[in-house]
C-alpha cells in the first residue's frame, strides 16, 4: 500500500499523525512537499522591473549590475525550508519513509504525486473556526475534488462543534 502525506507548514503535523494512526506498518509512506514555481519568478520579475535600477549606473566605476538574481536565491531558501519540513516530518513519523520534493502548481503536482498511490493525506487549510466548504483553501479544494484514490481529510486541530453549522436554507415559497 502506498501512502501520500501531503507536507504543508502549518498542518503537516495532523497529516503526519493521521499517516501513523491509519496506515498500515507495511505502508510504503511518501512524505511529499511541493512548492509553488511562481515565488521564485516573482522575485526575479521584481528585479527586472527595477528597470536597470538595481545597481549603479552603468559606465560608472564599480558598475557591477543589480547584483545576483533574487529568484534564485528565493528557490536556495525554499529547497531548504522543504528539506527542513519534510526531514521533521519524518522523525515525527518514525517509520521508514521516502520523501519527495516537487515545483510547480502546487494542487496538479499533488494530485500526480498520488496517481499510483492507495491513500492521499491531507489536511483542511481554510477556514478551521468552522464546519463546512470554507475549510478548505483553494489548492486543498482542488486536490479533494480531484485526487485519484481514496483520501484521508483531517483538522490541523479539534474540529469545531456542530454550532458552526449555517442555518438551514429557508423552506421553498409555498404554491
Known amino acids: 500500500m502506498a501512502v501520500v502525506v501531503w507536507i504543508v507548514e502549518g498542518t503537516w503535523p495532523a497529516c503526519v499523525a493521521a499517516a501513523g494512526a491509519h496506515a498500515p506498518e ?3 509512506v511518501v512524505l511529499l512537499h511541493v512548492a509553488p514555481a511562481d515565488v521564485p519568478g516573482a522575485a526575479h520579475g521584481a528585479l527586472a522591473g527595477l528597470l ?3 545597481g549603479p549606473a552603468p559606465g560608472r566605476p564599480g558598475h ?3 547584483g545576483p538574481d533574487p529568484g534564485e536565491r528565493v528557490a536556495r531558501l525554499a529547497d531548504a525550508s522543504a528539506d527542513e519540513l519534510l526531514a521533521e516530518a519524518a522523525a515525527r513519523l518514525g517509520r521508514p519513509c521516502t520523501l519527495a520534493k516537487r ?3 502546487v494542487e496538479r503536482e499533488v494530485v500526480a504525486a498520488a496517481a499510483d498511490a492507495e491513500l492521499l493525506v491531507v489536511a483542511r487549510d481554510g477556514d478551521r473556526a468552522h464546519l463546512g466548504p470554507r475549510s478548505l483553501g483553494p489548492a486543498s479544494r482542488f486536490v479533494v475534488d480531484h485526487a485519484p484514490c481514496p ?4 483538522w490541523p486541530e479539534s474540529a469545531p462543534g456542530t454550532a458552526t453549522l449555517p442555518p438551514p436554507p429557508p423552506p421553498p415559497p409555498g404554491p
Not at 483520501?151 to 483531517?154: D, E, F, S, T
Open 151 to 154: 483520501l484521508l481529510l483531517v
Open 26 to 28: 507495511e505502508a510504503e
Open 52 to 54: 536597470g535600477r538595481g
Open 64 to 66: 557591477e549590475g543589480p
Open 103 to 105: 515545483t510547480g502548481r
